[in-house]
């Protein structure tokens, strides 16, 4: 099935870059800064999911970004899509054997520390995700990685720290902070969010846990980029919503891709 995958975008690709780019809810408009683009629509992929969320387009894109061959995913798939983890995470195999390197995750997500503001950007220095089933969960594909893995660097800390400057430079502030994720599709109750400010969760979504612990049971560097889109539920008492969330993500879209186009020039 893997195999099958990556014959057909060999197919339509010849030069396979080392970093690959997953745009999350609002971000994707990172994608009109690539150039020399080919674009595969999901639908098209061999075994491939198909994004069903507003706001991601569902299109691998190859292209240079800032001079530097990427890969981006111009939409990603959650599990409350009704997919399973494992087809969640099938991007990430499949990144790995084409020979990706390097994996950058973005998204959307709720600020759970208090001196956050909408629109903030935060660079994840760890996760929780006590409340769903591992992705690694089953058989091990001993082909990609260990059946058990250290997770005490998921995100590169050397990576981070070249993230740091470029983020204070451009938006004049720098959140480093605990990524919490949340199965979905609803929203996180108050108390849900005071439980989580207690374990240490500095925001919380519905993404990018699951692919980050495929990337590192594959072998992956990874680093990540959340956009706080609104403040969690309790905070300020604001009615949540999707459609605000795309909206302050489209608000900080232009220094984000700023942060974007400098980072992958210097990994």
Same mark, same amino acid.
Do not use: W
């Given at each position: 099935?893997?195999?099958?995958?990556?014959?057909?975008?060999?197919?339509?690709?010849?030069?396979?870059?080392?970093?690959?780019?997953?745009?999350?809810?609002?971000?994707?408009?990172?994608?009109?800064?690539?150039?020399?683009?080919?674009?595969?629509?999901?639908?098209?992929?061999?075994?491939?999911?198909?994004?069903?969320?507003?706001?991601?387009?569902?299109?691998?894109?190859?292209?240079?970004?800032?001079?530097?061959?990427?890969?981006?995913?111009?939409?990603?798939?959650?599990?409350?899509?009704?997919?399973?983890?494992?087809?969640?995470?099938?991007?990430? @195999?499949?990144?790995? =054997?084409?020979?990706?390197?390097?994996?950058?995750? +973005? /998204?959307? &997500?709720? $600020? %759970? *520390?208090?001196?956050?503001?909408?629109?903030?950007?935060?660079?994840?220095?760890?996760?929780?995700?006590?409340?769903?089933?591992?992705?690694?969960?089953?058989?091990?594909?001993?082909?990609?990685?260990?059946?058990?893995?250290?997770?005490?660097?998921?995100?590169?800390?050397?990576?981070?720290?070249?993230?740091?400057?470029?983020?204070?430079?451009?938006?004049?502030?720098?959140?480093?902070?605990?990524?919490?994720?949340?199965?979905?599709?609803?929203?996180?109750?108050?108390?849900?969010?005071?439980?989580?400010?207690?374990?240490?969760?500095?925001?919380?979504?519905?993404?990018?846990?699951?692919?980050?612990?495929?990337? @590192?049971?594959?072998? =992956?560097?990874?680093?990540?980029?959340?956009?706080? +889109? /609104?403040? &969690?539920? $309790? %905070? *300020?008492?604001?009615?949540?919503?999707?459609?605000?969330?795309?909206?302050?993500?489209?608000?900080?879209?232009?220094?984000?891709?700023?942060?974007?186009?400098?980072?992958?020039?210097?990994?």
């Amino acid at each position: 099935m893997f195999q099958e995958t990556v014959d057909f975008i060999k197919s339509k690709v010849t030069d396979i870059p080392k970093i690959a780019i997953i745009l999350g809810s609002g971000l994707g408009s990172l994608s009109d800064e690539i150039e020399n683009k080919t674009i595969i629509s999901y639908k098209d992929i061999p075994n491939f999911p198909i994004s069903t969320v507003p706001g991601h387009k569902g299109e691998l894109i190859f292209g240079t970004l800032n001079n530097v061959s990427i890969l981006a995913m111009n939409g990603r798939f959650h599990y409350y899509e009704g997919y399973d983890l494992k087809e969640v995470t099938y991007p990430i @195999r499949i990144f790995k =054997l084409l020979g990706v390197e390097t994996l950058i995750l +973005t /998204n959307a &997500a709720g $600020g %759970i *520390n208090l001196n956050f503001e909408k629109g903030d950007l935060m660079i994840i220095e760890d996760q929780l995700s006590f409340f769903a089933e591992s992705v690694l969960r089953g058989p091990n594909l001993s082909e990609f990685g260990e059946r058990f893995i250290d997770m005490s660097n998921v995100y590169d800390k050397n990576y981070i720290e070249i993230l740091k400057p470029i983020i204070s430079r451009i938006t004049g502030k720098c959140h480093t902070g605990v990524y919490a994720y949340m199965k979905g599709p609803t929203y996180e109750t108050p108390a849900e969010i005071r439980a989580l400010r207690v374990l240490g969760a500095d925001a919380v979504g519905m993404s990018t846990v699951p692919e980050a612990v495929v990337a @590192r049971h594959s072998g =992956l560097k990874c680093i990540g980029i959340t956009c706080i +889109t /609104n403040m &969690a539920a $309790g %905070i *300020n008492q604001e009615i949540l919503s999707h459609e605000d969330v795309k909206e302050t993500a489209l608000k900080c879209e232009n220094y984000f891709k700023n942060v974007i186009k400098e980072l992958v020039t210097k990994l």
